[in-house]
């Protein structure tokens, strides 16, 4: 009689997309989807180094910790600023998911257009480090437009306007590349740190980055003429006294904060325009520009923008989760898209 062998299924080797945000990283796993989607934060002991908590657990700490914990963000700016915490986030997410053979795996990374070779290899260097022996970079805006819906490889030109934590990052598509393309760093963080900014020279009062950030998503408004005045708490540090203090906050405050660095962000589309060859302008003319990043949840950024540059201005329909969604069509397709780094 023969006997079924009974043993531990074999390691697979799957395709993973991972969107290394500055606010947030994502991991997409061939057969299941996103399997990750946590703030790009991690604490450790001070004294020890050991990881106490990543994600999520780690963002309730910011402003909240001790002496004896330092809490990190892996990237500044949409840049890897401290290699090894990126390196812990990335193995802490791919352990939710059992039985992936990582070396023989294929991963995709993406990151900002404009990032010099030196951030690229610094990328590849993550994923060396892991054990990857089959690494792929790609930008952005290129995933971040085919997640949205885009046919990205068509003969049709599509602009795509990503407003993530550390960068904005602006492109034109056609024929599968990006045409033209500018990444600035005045995105979600920088949004925050002014509203910082301004609840302390305005209100004397110090708030942390995470109670800025709250303002921003309860109240963050673009509308240029509000009929129901949005309003919100902040609670903090007087200035003066050095006490706790809380004081009543309106949108058009945060309007006022966020419509200068927004100005600033119509001025490089602009600029992404007028170096945009004419045919794939009428395109854009015609399809308008698709909006994703957390900045696309501001209110009424839409219309600000198309009042300022005259297109058409749409907010994609999963605007926080495109980047890593494309990743799965460009991960499938790579033998005919992808173009390996250089060693």
Request: hydrophobic share 40%; glycine share 10%.
């Amino acid at each position: 009689m023969n006997m079924l062998k009974i043993g531990k299924e074999k390691p697979q080797a799957k395709n993973i997309g991972i969107d290394l945000g500055t606010a947030n990283m994502l991991v997409y796993l061939e057969g299941d989807g996103i399997i990750f989607n946590e703030p790009s934060v991690i604490a450790f002991d001070y004294y020890t180094h050991e990881v106490i908590a990543i994600g999520h657990q780690a963002a309730n700490m910011i402003g909240r910790g001790h002496q004896g914990i330092k809490i990190v963000s892996p990237l500044t700016q949409g840049v890897i600023s401290d290699m090894d915490s990126a390196k812990k986030m990335i193995e802490h997410a791919l352990k939710k998911v059992e039985n992936i053979n990582v070396e023989s795996s294929t991963v995709l990374i993406c990151c900002p257009s404009e990032v010099t070779q030196l951030e690229r290899d610094s990328l590849i260097g993550l994923a060396q480090k892991l054990g990857v022996r089959d690494i792929f970079i790609e930008e952005e805006v290129k995933a971040g437009g085919i997640g949205a819906g885009l046919d990205v490889y068509s003969s049709n030109g599509s602009m795509v306007l990503d407003i993530g934590g550390g960068s904005t990052d602006i492109g034109v598509l056609s024929l599968g590349d990006i045409v033209v393309s500018e990444s600035i760093r005045t995105a979600g963080n920088y949004f925050d740190n002014a509203i910082m900014n301004y609840m302390q020279y305005e209100h004397g009062l110090l708030i942390g980055k995470t109670t800025a950030e709250r303002i921003k998503v309860e109240i963050g408004s673009l509308n240029e003429e509000i009929t129901e005045e949005r309003t919100t708490t902040a609670s903090g540090r007087d200035v003066v006294t050095g006490l706790p203090k809380k004081i009543v906050v309106t949108e058009t405050e945060i309007r006022d904060v966020l419509i200068p660095p927004f100005e600033t962000i119509s001025n490089t589309i602009l600029k992404v325009l007028q170096n945009t060859p004419a045919e794939l302008s009428a395109d854009i003319i015609k399809n308008g520009i698709v909006i994703n990043g957390g900045g696309a949840l501001i209110t009424g950024i839409d219309k600000f923008l198309n009042n300022r540059i005259g297109l058409d201005f749409y907010i994609s329909k999963n605007p926080l989760t495109a980047i890593v969604e494309g990743t799965k069509l460009l991960l499938k397709n790579r033998g005919s898209y992808f173009v390996k780094p250089t060693e």
